[in-house]
């Protein structure tokens, strides 16, 4: 494990039975120095209290820690909630003896509910006493809800003559949306990146892959991503100026990206990867305007569950997008299926219902109407999702 962690950075998990008990949902990240930082967070209005302290704290740009809970949201608790998440901060700052300012809390789980403190601050002694005890995969398992499996992935950067890591955690399979991030995703990175730099590249690949997902259409309350770049690689801080900066901004990109794709596979009751590609297009935001319509809709992700080749639920989707296009001038595409032309059926039905059985699926979506193009995340709607999410606080 440690080659798939930049340099830098210990972890720690421990038990806190926040909402089960038998398992670790308290994690913490430390850099071993001060580090840049950058975020993401979620654009609801109704923000859970961590957040609220991440957005503040963010501006400074600096941090060393990040404490992360599973199993409560600790949204829409009040002052309570606010004090909670500071308590758990100032109880990390005495015990590691760094400064208050330099620690994010983030929490993910039931909203509504307050912390169970008298179990949270125990573990968090726990935490500090044992840090450099777990590996990242750790912190992912912790930070687990409906999620059925970690998430992980690293990638090496060659910065001049030396090697980087970048390594990103997240987590979410339900109450997933655009517009910003994902559930949770925290990255790493041991290169030495310009804190305005470090936060252009993580919103540009944000744009790029978390705002263009979408399970079930809901965003949640907790929403973010963290950023941070400690440094310890040693080399020259990247700026807008450096030859090595489109490497990092490719390989952050690729991260990011195979980060959403996993919390898209591991949708709440999923079966099926769907990418959905629209092309042809006047301009870039029309081509994500008609993707993300397509990729919202229920009736779209039941018929592939189904495996039904609908594709006029594909076409009343580009309908309601709000985008202008030509009905007749329309090809649709069910993996390599051709099933529509010109905006009218190509008589492939049997095949396209053949090949909807497969578990990665891609609509593609030619509107022959310029050279803009773009690609959203989902997955398939299932009778699982329902009592997954009917059942989630019992």
């Not at 008990?21 to 979620?42: H, M, Q, W, Y």
């Not at 998430?151 to 390594?167: A, D, H, L, P």
């Not at 009751?269 to 008609?290: F, H, Q, W």
Request: proline fraction near 3%; glycine fraction near 8%.
């Amino acid at each position: 494990m440690p080659d798939k962690t930049p340099k830098g950075f210990l972890f720690s998990t421990a038990e806190a039975a926040i909402r089960k008990p038998g398992r670790k949902d308290i994690a913490l990240i430390l850099s071993e120095v001060e580090a840049n930082i950058a975020g993401a967070f979620t654009t609801n209005t109704v923000k859970a209290a961590p957040v609220k302290i991440c957005m503040k704290k963010i501006k400074s740009g600096k941090g060393r820690a990040i404490v992360v809970n599973s199993g409560n949201a600790n949204a829409c608790t009040g002052a309570q909630g606010i004090k909670d998440a500071k308590d758990v901060i100032s109880h990390i700052s005495k015990q590691l003896a760094i400064k208050s300012s330099l620690i994010y809390p983030c929490s993910t789980g039931v909203i509504g509910t307050a912390m169970p403190m008298e179990r949270v601050l125990p573990a968090i002694s726990t935490l500090t006493e044992n840090v450099g005890k777990s590996f990242l995969e750790d912190i992912a398992k912790a930070i687990m809800t409906t999620d059925t499996f970690p998430k992980m992935v690293t990638k090496k950067i060659k910065i001049g003559n030396i090697i980087g890591t970048i390594s990103g955690i997240c987590k979410g399979a339900g109450m997933i949306a655009p517009n910003m991030a994902t559930m949770l995703c925290f990255i790493l990175t041991d290169i030495a990146v310009e804190q305005g730099v470090l936060n252009k590249t993580l919103k540009s690949s944000v744009g790029k892959s978390f705002n263009l997902i979408t399970i079930d259409g809901d965003m949640s309350t907790n929403d973010t991503v963290l950023i941070m770049a400690n440094g310890m690689l040693g080399n020259k801080p990247l700026t807008v100026k450096s030859e090595s900066l489109h490497a990092f901004q490719k390989a952050l990109d690729e991260l990011t990206y195979e980060l959403a794709r996993l919390v898209v596979k591991d949708g709440e009751g999923a079966t099926k990867l769907i990418e959905v590609y629209v092309k042809g297009t006047r301009n870039a935001s029309d081509a994500t305007r008609a993707a993300l319509s397509i990729a919202n809709s229920s009736l779209v992700k039941t018929a592939i569950y189904g495996n039904d080749a609908n594709w006029g639920r594909i076409m009343a989707a580009l309908g309601y997008s709000g985008i202008a296009f030509r009905e007749e001038k329309t090809d649709i595409f069910f993996n390599n299926i051709k099933v529509v032309k010109d905006g009218l059926a190509n008589n492939k039905d049997k095949e396209a219902t053949e090949t909807l059985r497969a578990k990665n699926i891609k609509i593609t979506v030619d509107l022959h109407a310029g050279s803009a193009s773009a690609k959203a995340l989902t997955c398939d709607l299932t009778e699982e999702y329902i009592r997954i999410n009917a059942e989630y606080r019992t």
